[in-house]
């Protein structure tokens, strides 16, 4: 069960938010509490950049391939790139990210969820901020990062894989490199798509906007070759005292 602090954070009221119209009231209020969380995140996380973001299951333990390979990998970015990792902050992939992050000497940063039953933070991130709502920690893990790491896991992962590539697909966001990595895993899914354009239903010029690989060495070249073409530094204020904010 989530720990007395985590309990504080459980908004009761979100089950129904999507249960259709409720009173003003009840409305207005969700509203503030959605736009506090976005402010809270904001505040957290502004002087991070910039990052890749890691996607993948909470349920590889240490010593699975795939936490294997999220953890070296992040740790080849952080060498080979100077950026930071961030993800969701919690167990398995994320875990693994995070790790090879600060095996790295590079940044960690995690962006955790808010559960029943309760998702800990991971113990190898320099930052971490605790959001109650998935589409407000959502947006976070995108809106930091030039990059984005797809490795295997189940319906979460899809959603952020797929809200990730559907951001990218109609221009939302800027077409940001997508790696999936895991190719026994994701293969059929790769094949499905494939089969996707050839319906129509997709543009075949749309699997140009991944990479599925297993090599990290592309991955990383992948990656590179778009902050070495397109990445443009923003130069951001430092922190202000006086508004409690910290690098």
Not at 98 to 124: F, T, W
Not at 139 to 149: I, N, R
Not at 216 to 239: C, F, G, L, T, W
């Amino acid at each position: 069960m989530a720990s007395p602090k985590q309990q504080r954070l459980i908004d009761p009221n979100e089950p129904h938010f999507l249960q259709g119209p409720k009173s003003r009231s009840f409305e207005l209020w969700f509203a503030i509490k959605v736009f506090w969380e976005f402010l809270r995140g904001f505040r957290a996380l502004h002087f991070i950049g910039p990052c890749v973001t890691v996607f993948g299951s909470a349920r590889f333990k240490d010593g699975h391939r795939y936490y294997e390979m999220a953890q070296q990998l992040s740790a080849r970015i952080v060498e080979e790139l100077g950026l930071t990792i961030i993800t969701g902050g919690g167990p398995g992939i994320m875990e693994a990210a995070n790790q090879g992050a600060k095996d790295a000497n590079g940044r960690s940063v995690g962006c955790n969820i808010v559960l029943p039953h309760e998702q800990r933070e991971n113990p190898y991130l320099d930052k971490f901020v605790t959001i109650r709502y998935f589409f407000v920690r959502k947006t976070l893990l995108l809106k930091y990062s030039y990059a984005f790491v797809i490795f295997p896991g189940g319906f979460g992962t899809m959603d952020e894989f797929f809200e990730t590539l559907t951001l990218v697909q109609t221009g939302k966001i800027e077409n940001f490199p997508i790696v999936v990595m895991g190719m026994d895993y994701y293969r059929p899914l790769q094949e499905y798509l494939k089969f996707m354009a050839e319906q129509g239903t997709i543009s075949p010029e749309d699997m140009n906007l991944l990479l599925f690989t297993d090599d990290m060495d592309e991955a990383v070249s992948h990656i590179r070759q778009y902050i070495s073409s397109r990445y443009k530094v923003v130069r951001r204020n430092r922190p202000v005292w006086w508004l409690f904010e910290r690098s």
